[in-house]
């Protein structure tokens, strides 16, 4: 079963179970597949379902932070409840060591000095694309570099 099969099933449950939140948090992950389709004229992959899901967890997050300074309890905890259940879709995220680890390792492995932030940035996120945010590698892959 494909992610966006699993996340069509999931709102079909949602609307039977009456559950509004879920409806409409999953109704807008489908929409946002339906747009890349439309643009890509083809059905999407696991991996482009999951991009498209972590772009909108992002943007919830960056909106989180604007609810928060704003004053706005009440959205921001709408915002952090469609976090955590469009998370859920997401493979797990790596841990700020375990990303450290491997920015050290890509480091030590292409030999690189502090003007190759953007070499070893770009070579990480490859390898890492979905697993750990890329705020979080930029930052260490700069610290390591100094």
């Known amino acids: 079963m494909t992610l966006t099969e699993k996340i069509t099933g ?3 449950q949602a609307l ?3 559950d509004a939140f879920a409806l ?3 109704r807008m992950i489908r929409a946002a597949f339906k ?3 439309i643009e890509a004229r083809q059905s999407l992959t696991d991996e482009q379902a999951q991009a498209i899901i972590a772009s909108e967890v992002k943007k919830l997050r960056d909106s989180l932070e604007q609810f928060r300074a704003g004053g706005r309890a009440d959205l921001a905890e709408k915002a952090e409840r469609e ?3 469009l998370s859920a879709y997401l493979p797990a995220q790596m841990t700020e060591e375990e990303v450290r680890t491997a920015v050290v390792s890509k480091v030590a492995e292409l030999g690189a000095g502090p003007s190759d932030a ?3 940035t770009g070579a990480l996120m490859k390898d890492l694309r979905g ?3 890329g705020g979080l590698v930029s930052k260490l892959v700069k610290e ?3």
Request: hydrophobic share 45%; proline share 0%.
């Open 144 to 146: 390591a570099l100094g």
């Open 24 to 26: 409409g948090a999953l």
């Open 118 to 120: 953007g070499q070893v």
């Open 131 to 133: 697993k750990a945010d």
């Open 83 to 85: 976090i955590a259940l």
């Open 35 to 37: 747009n890349a389709e």
């Open 16 to 18: 039977k179970s009456r």
């Open 10 to 12: 999931d709102a079909e």
